[in-house]
């Protein structure tokens, strides 16, 4: 780790508190004027560290700003990173990339149309989620590239708990939640070529509720944030543990592990559900009232390429099992 983030961290960890600058050089294991040039460049950056001469240096506030140097340090994936303030979209982003071998990975402090499956918005407020894309030329196929969401899940489940002591669990196929409410979603793009028919980019896009914020009165109720008063983490953390994570699974890879633990983690396994698709309803003889409704379901199990295999509870197929897919499908717990 850097100077300069060393010095970041021992400030914080410190945070409202003068460090003198010889307490910090003895820390850090350097003189005082590399101390005086890091704190420099930390304000450079907008971190709000005063200093007074004959006190020391202390950080005002615990500020969680997006760090192109802690991500490039703490990413062992060779990766390119790119830190952006605001954009549309950090997946329409990474879609203008051509070139993304080595892995590209874009954090955004802010999305103004932050996008979910099925043309659904992802409420992305400046300065409190995690907005990141990782987009990659993938070196495997078919077969692995239809779990990489579920290889994504899995991977922010495990980054969460590591910085936060969470332990959130995943609704299929793509969204995490603490308790009832949704915390984080996912979505997985992919460009193919039309010639080879071969997959050249795979972009995994990921929203994280970082800190409260405040947030539109429809969205209340079902949302979640990362809040734990035991455990204190930045973004910067989260965001390098979910790349690190993510492309550990991709490159060890254990298709019978990844289900494993997926299915562990499941927030929806055992449970009635409702199904909203509109050929399974026309499938089952459902009028349209009744499918604006949802289809009633449990939920029994998550098979091998990551499908989510179902009982029907009414309808002309009930009790008959099906497996669903991604796809146009949208499902709820329900609790009757």
């Given amino acids: 780790m850097s100077t300069k983030l060393t010095l970041l961290q021992v400030l914080t960890e410190n945070s409202g508190r003068y ?43 615990a500020s ?39 892995p590209r990975v874009i954090v955004a402090n802010e999305q103004t149309d932050g996008r979910g499956r099925l043309g659904r ?31 994504a899940a899995v991977a922010v489940c495990r980054a ?6 969470l332990r959130p669990k995943i609704k299929w196929v793509n969204d995490l939640y603490l308790g009832e409410k949704k915390l984080c979603g996912i979505l997985t793009e992919a460009e193919s070529n039309f010639e080879t028919g071969l997959i ?18 429809e969205l209340k109720d079902v949302v979640a944030f990362m809040e734990n008063p035991n ?5 910067n953390q989260l965001a390098a543990a979910i790349v690190n994570i993510f492309f550990s699974l991709l490159d060890n890879f254990d298709k019978p592990g990844l289900i494993r ?20 309803a026309r499938s089952m003889g459902l009028s349209p009232a009744k499918e604006k409704e949802g289809i009633k379901a449990r939920a029994i199990d ?21 497996t669903l897919t991604t796809g146009e499908i949208t499902i709820r717990k329900t609790n009757g």
């Fill in 19 to 61: 460090i003198s600058g010889q307490e910090l050089a003895d820390l850090l294991g350097i003189c005082r004027n590399s101390v005086w040039k890091a704190a420099n460049k930390l304000k450079q950056q907008g971190y709000n560290i005063e200093s007074m001469p004959g006190t020391g240096y202390r950080l005002i506030s």
């Fill in 64 to 102: 969680d700003i997006l760090s192109e140097d802690y991500l490039r340090e703490n990413i062992t994936h060779p990766c390119r990173i790119q830190v952006i303030e605001k954009v549309d979209s950090t997946n329409n982003a990474a879609k203008l990339i051509n070139n993304c071998d080595p």
């Fill in 121 to 151: 918005s992802f409420y992305s407020p400046a300065g409190t989620g995690l907005y990141m894309s990782i987009a990659f030329k993938p070196s495997f196929g078919l077969d692995k590239a239809m779990l990489t969401t579920a290889a």
């Fill in 160 to 165: 969460i708990e590591e910085v936060s002591g």
């Fill in 200 to 217: 050249e980019k795979i972009i995994v896009g990921i929203g994280v509720n970082c800190f409260p914020s405040s947030v539109p009165d």
């Fill in 231 to 235: 455990h204190d983490f930045s973004r």
């Fill in 261 to 280: 633990e997926y299915k562990s983690k499941s927030f929806i396994l055992g449970e009635q559900i409702r199904i909203f698709n509109p050929a399974i």
């Fill in 302 to 322: 998550i098979d091998e390429n990551g499908g989510l295999v179902v009982e029907f509870l009414e309808g002309r197929r009930s009790r008959e099992m099906e």
